[in-house]
């Protein structure tokens, strides 16, 4: 979770998406658009989730909200059967989303959508799982959650990840750091029980590995926070975006014992 990213977004969803300086957006989508993965995750780690959810077929419909280009999608296409739909509100997201889907062949399983989260283009009960790593917190936690219930079908499962804490208490630094960007950040059990109020049975949390954060996440972003510096020198913005990113991975490498990405799935059993 980048938290700049956070900042960006959240004026989006605040205001008008047309009220937002074109630079904006175009930073978060240059910024991103060179990376497999715009939040922490991995491979195993996407499957190890998938290992949880046990009803899906050929004819399954699954969500992923959230997507970005796709990076989990692919994982997921190629390890679980159906029909997947991506949804961002990032055309250039999705643009590279249905180009990756192309490129292994997943096109006819695999769709990427220009939409918002808060405003999901699916029935009721259409869908038998509702995947998404690393981005419900632009809707936050608790209204995903209960919104989002209504496309599941009974039966049918959630899977997110979630900034999440790991102790009861922290250094005042890091808790006001990511309080005053997502105050839903909570502990592991009160993330629990707020699944458990919304309508669902947990069925299982698991951390999200260190490597997620610091090789599938920040690692890559060293990269492309160069070519990027380069495109937009002298650009205060640009600089005042990358120096946000790299204070955000400082603070992740100090305080990382306190928190982190923890998967949550859950059932819909009525
Ligand atoms: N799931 C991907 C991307 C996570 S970053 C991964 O793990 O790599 C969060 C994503 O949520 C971004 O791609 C962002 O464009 C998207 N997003 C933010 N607000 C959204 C909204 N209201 N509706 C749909 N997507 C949104």
């Not at 899906?56 to 990076?71: E, F, K, P, Y």
């Not at 799982?129 to 079908?153: D, P, Q, V």
């Not at 990382?256 to 059993?269: D, H, L, P």
Request: hydrophobic letters at 40%.
């Amino acid at each position: 979770m980048l938290s700049v990213y956070v900042k960006y977004t959240k004026t989006m969803d605040n205001e008008n998406i047309t009220n937002i300086h074109e630079f904006d957006f175009n930073f978060i989508c240059d910024f991103f658009l060179n990376t497999e993965r715009q939040g922490p995750g991995s491979p195993e780690v996407t499957l190890k989730a998938l290992s949880f959810i046990d009803n899906l077929t050929d004819n399954s419909h699954i969500a992923d909200i959230g997507c970005g280009t796709g990076g989990q999608t692919m994982v997921l296409a190629q390890h679980a059967p159906g029909h997947i739909t991506g949804i961002d509100f990032f055309p250039g997201f999705i643009d590279r989303f249905n180009r990756n889907a192309g490129k292994l062949n997943l096109q006819d399983r695999v769709k990427g959508v220009v939409g918002s989260m808060d405003n999901l283009p699916f029935r009721e009960e259409e869908l038998d799982l509702i995947w998404s790593e690393g981005a419900i917190y632009n809707i936050g936690f608790e209204r995903g959650l209960n919104e989002w219930r209504k496309y599941l079908k009974t039966g049918g499962y959630i899977a997110v990840s979630e900034i999440s804490w790991f102790t009861e208490q922290r250094p005042a630094e890091i808790h006001n750091f990511w309080m005053e960007l997502y105050p839903e950040v909570d502990t592991i059990p009160n993330k629990v029980a707020r699944i458990q109020k919304a309508g669902y049975i947990p069925v299982a949390t698991f951390i999200l590995p260190e490597i997620c954060w610091t090789e599938h996440y920040y690692a890559p972003l060293a990269t492309v926070r160069e070519k990027f510096l380069a495109e937009y020198a002298g650009n205060k913005n640009a600089e005042e975006f990358v120096a946000s990113s790299d204070h955000e991975e400082e603070l992740y490498r100090r305080y990382k014992e306190f928190y982190g990405y923890v998967f949550y799935i859950a059932k819909k059993i009525v």
